[in-house]
T-cell receptor
Framework: DAKTTQPTSMDCAEGRAANLPCNHS???????VYWYRQIHSQGPQYIIH???NNETNEMASLIITEDRKSSTLILPHATLRDTAVYYC??????????????FGTGTRLTIIP | NAGVTQTPKFQVLKTGQSMTLQCAQD?????MSWYRQDPGMGLRLIHY???????DQGEVPNGYNVSRSTTEDFPLRLLSAAPSQTSVYFC???????????FGDGTRLSIL
């Protein structure tokens, strides 16, 4: 699976949009981009995933560049509860098998009141 | 909705003791896995299962055993606890193709 690069930390004002970048320049054509987050002391929480098209759900939007070498997770109206470590993961979609999710170190997002 | 339930939430063991970390899911997911999370190292896969009766090793399986007798349960056993196994353990489950994993809230284990 391709390696990802994320900033170590970011701050965002409460109520503003939080834009979290991820670089995955070695991504392959059959690899998806997944985003998870981990709020202190809790298990990782799935946010969103996509292949090449932009995706939106009730939590966030995912913007993937046309060359698929980078993506941005957007939390449209950040709240204090969005303070967490955000992980960008690239992996091949598999049915069954050894599915190791390589979380890396992620981006620590702090929402400022 | 319970999702993925892990018990206990906290445990302290002495070196050499054995114990079982429990994981149960109520989503009828076929795929279940165990990870450990250590500071600065992210999550590492210990064991996984693709269905009842089928298990396989992840990247750090030594010192741990698993079994999958039912779809719902996937216990992780420490046979002889060592201080190096002090960690936070997460269980996860998912359904088939390209579905995201759902994680439990973890078991914080300390080995003295």
């Amino acid at each position: 699976d391709a390696k990802t690069t994320q900033p170590t930390s970011m701050d965002c004002a409460e109520g503003r949009a939080a834009n979290l970048p991820c670089n995955h320049s070695t991504i392959s054509g059959n690899e998806y981009v997944y985003w998870y987050r981990q709020i202190h002391s809790q298990g990782p929480q799935y946010i969103i995933h996509g292949l090449k098209n932009n995706e939106t759900n009730e939590m966030a939007s995912l913007i993937i560049t046309e060359d698929r070498k980078s993506s941005t997770l957007i939390l449209p109206h950040a709240t204090l509860r969005d303070t967490a470590v955000y992980y960008c993961i690239v992996r091949v979609a598999r049915d069954f098998g050894n599915e190791k999710l390589t979380f890396g170190t992620g981006t620590r997002l702090t929402i400022i009141p | 909705n319970a999702g993925v339930t892990q018990t206990p939430k906290f445990q302290v063991l002495k070196t050499g003791q054995s114990m079982t970390l429990q994981c149960a899911q109520d989503m009828n997911h076929e795929y279940m896995s165990w990870y450990r999370q250590d500071p600065g190292m992210g999550l590492r896969l210990i064991h996984y299962s693709v269905g009842a009766g089928i298990t396989d090793q992840g990247e750090v399986p030594n010192g741990y055993n698993v079994s999958r007798s039912t779809t719902e349960d996937f216990p992780l056993r420490l046979l002889s606890a060592a201080p190096s196994q002090t960690s936070v353990y997460f269980c996860a489950s998912r359904n088939r193709y390209n579905q995201p994993q759902h994680f439990g809230d973890g078991t914080r284990l300390s080995i003295l």
